[in-house]
């Protein structure tokens, strides 16, 4: 099963990819993280991708694609995967058809513009396992330490607030028009976002044993 996860940054597209990946046994595959690695690793991508990623940019298409074509393409991709943050715009979606790579349903997780910047501004993220918390939502149990795996816990440098804004400003132009081009595929299963993380994993479960 190959999936596509839609919605603004801090949707929770990341958190339930983990639960939605436990529990079918696929693969989460996301291009922010791969990012950010290759950033940590000051790799060729990570140092061409900083200034698009630290500004709250899209990273340049070619550049994204690439990593994804080389990550999918790998063994443990073959039982399924959720794509969490690619497609971002029209042409990466169109590039994916191209792959002749098959998506069973695009999942959009949707949550208003406000509850958006409240969940960034307050998520902090293990450094290590890439886990994501909140401040409120999903408190951590030890200060500073990840609850899943005990790494260090840090705010993401594009969770400051003026980054937000741009990022969604970001998602609004060129992310939002892959509804209507998933609509028209017959892929697009809606889900709205709740307060309760576990309430949205109920959702998404509804949503994608509708489209299998
Ligand atoms: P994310 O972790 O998905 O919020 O992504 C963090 C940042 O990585 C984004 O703000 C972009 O700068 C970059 N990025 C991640 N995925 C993509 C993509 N598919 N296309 C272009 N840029 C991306």
């Known amino acids: 099963m190959n999936l596509i996860f839609l919605g603004a940054p801090g949707a929770g597209k990341g958190t339930q990819s983990e639960k939605v990946c436990e529990k079918y046994k696929i693969l989460p595959i996301s291009t922010g993280s791969m990012l ?22 899209l990273v340049p298409d070619e550049l994204v694609i690439g990593i994804l074509k080389d990550r999918i393409a790998r063994p443990d991709a073959e039982n399924g995967f959720i794509l969490d943050g690619f497609p971002r715009n029209v042409s990466q979606a169109e590039a994916l058809l191209k792959i002749g790579v098959n998506i069973d349903a695009v999942i959009n997780i949707s949550v208003p513009d406000e509850e958006i910047i409240d969940r960034l501004v307050g998520r902090r993220m293990c450094e290590k396992c890439g886990a994501s918390f909140h401040t ?32 969604l400003k970001t998602y609004h132009e ?9 609509e028209q595929l017959g892929k697009l299963k809606i889900v709205i976002g709740q307060k309760e993380i576990s309430q949205t ?12």
């Open 36 to 57: 950010r690695e290759a950033m940590k690793n000051n790799t060729p991508s990570g140092i061409k991708a900083k200034s698009y990623m630290e500004s709250g940019d």
């Open 136 to 167: 409120i939502y999903r408190p951590l149990k030890i200060e500073g330490k990840c609850n899943i795996c005990g790494g260090k816990v840090i705010q993401r440098d594009d969770d400051e607030p003026e980054t937000v804004l741009k990022r």
């Open 174 to 182: 060129k992310t939002q028009p892959l509804i209507d081009f998933y």
């Open 201 to 212: 994993t109920s959702l998404i479960f509804e949503a994608i044993e509708e489209m299998a």
